[in-house]
């Protein structure tokens, strides 16, 4: 199975927003930047956005529910040297103004107004944090080439190493817990960590004020959390309600005591996925009623067209739908299938059932159709 390690994650949103922010930051470079290494990362405290600077024309205007977006700007030196700048504005005019320095014509230095780089704050965690920091910087820098690759006493060193410093940031977080750099640290880097157990995570959570936990960023984290607690059998999966690549809305609601649903979870560039789509089509083919709703994680939509035509994948497609993956588990590995009966019950879990080639999925299917 494909597994995925994304940084951008999102959830289901379960209140109405009576008005959405926006962003209002204008970005003043120097007019003989290199603008081919220049990269532009938006967080709106949901999903994370790629801007091009061609398309901003200085001004970045954009959506977010997160009490401050975040902007990274990053850009190369001459040397090759990566350079990244985290900023956070919040709903009101902002400046973030680069230029040259005198003394150095490479590196670019900056000016805020009404934006923020919580420098203090981060400092402040690495200091605190500093021993098991460096600990870890420096088992990468003598075995990165040996993590990963069937190391097993080498991966248990890493992910002892790594849950140390995990452990030791989420201690500095509950004790400071009003700080908004440190409650983006958690979401964007602790939340989705797998080598802190659920528990441990949600109990930090559960630290930061009432009023940061009820907020649309606080739901974001609370529904993540609570979308990872295991679907059981014979209960009903999470509602959803989404658009096609039709733009027609799909509900799990409409299928109820009506037809048996299969939900797949799945991508173009996942190779188990692809390779187990002539056993998808003959299950189709026998199980003539049986609705398929097919969920991609995939982020180019032109190829994602193209391939479900090259496939002949002639069902039910949602492309990319942040909030509806995310209510199922988030990025958990791919190809996932759930099969529910016409009563809206789970009746076949891939993980659960531990079922390789589909064909324990298709004796769960026959018991329906008996």
């Given at each position: 199975?494909?597994k995925?390690?994304?940084?951008?994650?999102?959830?289901?949103?379960?209140?109405?927003?009576?008005?959405?922010?926006?962003?209002?930051?204008?970005?003043?470079l120097?007019?003989?930047?290199?603008?081919?290494?220049?990269?532009?990362?938006?967080?709106?405290?949901?999903?994370?956005?790629?801007?091009?600077?061609?398309?901003?024309?200085?001004?970045?205007?954009?959506?977010?529910?997160?009490?401050?977006?975040?902007?990274?700007?990053?850009?190369?030196?001459?040397?090759?040297?990566?350079?990244?700048?985290?900023?956070?504005?919040?709903?009101?005019?902002?400046?973030?103004?680069?230029?040259?320095?005198?003394?150095e014509?490479?590196?670019?230095?900056?000016?805020?107004?009404?934006?923020?780089?919580?420098?203090?704050?981060?400092?402040?965690?690495?200091?605190?944090?500093?021993?098991?920091?460096?600990?870890?910087?420096?088992?990468?820098?003598?075995?990165?080439?040996?993590?990963?690759?069937n190391?097993?006493?080498?991966?248990?060193?890493?992910?002892?190493?790594?849950s140390?410093?995990?452990?030791?940031?989420?201690?500095?977080?509950?004790?400071?817990?009003?700080?908004?750099?440190?409650?983006?640290?958690?979401?964007?880097?602790?939340?989705?960590?797998?080598?802190?157990d659920?528990?441990?995570?949600?109990?930090?959570?559960?630290?930061?004020?009432?009023?940061?936990?009820?907020?649309?960023?606080?739901?974001?984290?609370?529904?993540?959390?609570?979308?990872?607690?295991?679907?059981?059998?014979?209960?009903?999966?999470?509602f959803?309600?989404?658009?096609?690549?039709?733009?027609?809305?799909?509900?799990?609601?409409?299928?109820?005591?009506k037809?048996?649903?299969?939900?797949?979870?799945?991508?173009?560039?996942?190779?188990?996925?692809?390779?187990?789509?002539?056993?998808?089509?003959?299950?189709?083919?026998?199980?003539?009623?049986?609705?398929?709703?097919?969920?991609?994680?995939?982020?180019?939509?032109?190829?994602?067209?193209?391939?479900?035509?090259?496939?002949?994948?002639?069902?039910?497609?949602?492309?990319?739908?942040?909030?509806?993956?995310?209510?199922?588990?988030?990025?958990?590995?791919?190809?996932?299938?759930?099969?529910?009966?016409?009563?809206?019950?789970?009746?076949?879990?891939?993980?659960?059932?531990?079922?390789?080639?589909?064909?324990?999925?298709?004796?769960?299917?026959?018991?329906?159709?008996?």
């Open positions: 199975m494909c995925i390690y994304f940084f951008t994650f999102s959830l289901f949103i379960s209140i109405v927003c009576n008005s959405q922010k926006h962003t209002n930051t204008h970005l003043i120097p007019k003989n930047i290199v603008l081919k290494t220049l990269r532009i990362l938006l967080d709106d405290g949901k999903k994370e956005e790629n801007i091009l600077h061609n398309d901003i024309d200085g001004f970045i205007n954009k959506e977010f529910i997160s009490e401050y977006a975040s902007i990274k700007i990053s850009y190369n030196l001459s040397n090759g040297e990566l350079i990244n700048d985290l900023f956070f504005v919040n709903d009101q005019p902002s400046v973030i103004k680069y230029f040259y320095s005198s003394a014509t490479t590196k670019l230095n900056y000016t805020l107004s009404n934006a923020y780089d919580f420098k203090i704050q981060k400092n402040k965690l690495l200091e605190y944090t500093k021993n098991e920091f460096q600990d870890c910087k420096e088992f990468l820098e003598k075995y990165s080439d040996s993590i990963f690759i190391k097993p006493l080498i991966d248990s060193i890493y992910r002892s190493k790594f140390a410093l995990s452990t030791k940031e989420m201690q500095y977080i509950s004790m400071n817990s009003s700080d908004y750099y440190l409650k983006w640290y958690f979401r964007r880097n602790l939340l989705k960590s797998n080598l802190i659920n528990k441990s995570v949600y109990n930090v959570f559960k630290r930061f004020p009432k009023s940061y936990i009820d907020s649309e960023e606080g739901i974001f984290i609370n529904n993540y959390l609570n979308s990872f607690t295991a679907f059981k059998k014979g209960e009903e999966l999470p959803f309600k989404a658009k096609d690549i039709t733009n027609k809305f799909v509900s799990l609601l409409d299928y109820k005591y037809s048996n649903v299969l939900i797949v979870f799945w991508a173009t560039w996942c190779v188990p996925c692809i390779n187990e789509i002539p056993t998808i089509r003959a299950l189709k083919s026998k199980y003539k009623d049986l609705e398929f709703i097919f969920i991609s994680y995939d982020t180019d939509k032109s190829l994602f067209l193209s391939k479900i035509k090259e496939y002949q994948m002639d069902w039910i497609h949602i492309f990319n739908d942040i909030d509806l993956i995310n209510s199922y588990g988030s990025y958990k590995a791919i190809p996932r299938v759930y099969a529910i009966n016409k009563n809206g019950q789970l009746i076949y879990d891939r993980d659960q059932d531990k079922d390789k080639d589909l064909s324990m999925l298709d004796i769960a299917l026959s018991k329906l159709y008996k």
